[in-house]
């Protein structure tokens, strides 16, 4: 059986490496896109009138995603603080606090911001809240996206409240609230909100330039693939 000639093994190896290379580059600039028209349908969402909320549609969150609301009800008394949260580099938690609607029995958690950790990991801090007053606060809707990298067991950590959480998981989390009606949605209290702390909320990991700028280096890293298999052809030719 006759043996491939090297030239031709490198000639497989350039095609694989460029084919590779340029789609993840295309597949960097269909993010690219996404991340651009998602960021555009936020602003638009965020200029516009909060909407008053007397139950949430399930069917149709993802409509409201980045929407302004006004809620009325009355927070009840458990608090969620979910862990490994940043803020100035400081670790901490975000607050989520269940708020009760008062013309449906529906529960959303709102986040009322973030609160800094205690170097003693057992000591939580204190994040105290009326449940007895009804309010209306502002806030705008956020769905989160599940985590793969959660570990479903160590979701809850501990029984007494307020309660430690890895992750948002809102089957989970209604069993803890004694199976109330939860809506699978957060919503980030308003800066001019009171009852809040810190309200820095985190951005998306990667912009739609971040992904443009990746794109451009797996294209150049193609051309690179290209441009040294070509002077690996000519260089007999030099030598001669």
Known sequence: MRRLRPTLLLSFATVALTAIFLSLGFWQLERAELRRAQDELKQERAQLS??????????????????????????????????????????????????????????????????????????????????????????????????????????????????????????????????????PATVRLGEDQPHGYARAWPTPPMSAEKHTAYAVQWFAMAGAVVILFLLYLVRPMLRD
């Open 50 to 183: 909060p909407v008053y909320i007397t139950s949430f549609p399930e069917e149709s969150l993802e409509e409201l995603a980045g929407r302004r609301i006004r809620l009325r009800g009355h927070y009840l008394p458990w608090q969620f603080l979910l862990d490994n949260q940043i803020h100035n580099k400081q670790p901490g938690y975000h607050v989520l606090s269940p708020f009760e609607l008062s013309t449906y029995q529906q529960i959303v958690l709102v986040n009322r911001g973030w609160v800094p950790a205690r170097a003693d990991r057992t000591r939580l801090p204190s994040v105290p809240v009326d449940s007895e007053t009804e309010i209306q606060l502002e806030g705008m809707i956020y769905l989160p996206q599940p985590n793969p990298f959660t570990d479903l067991e160590y979701l809850l950590e501990g029984h007494g409240w307020p309660q430690v959480i890895q992750g948002i998981d809102y089957s989970r989390l209604a069993e803890r609230l004694s199976e109330l009606s939860l809506v």
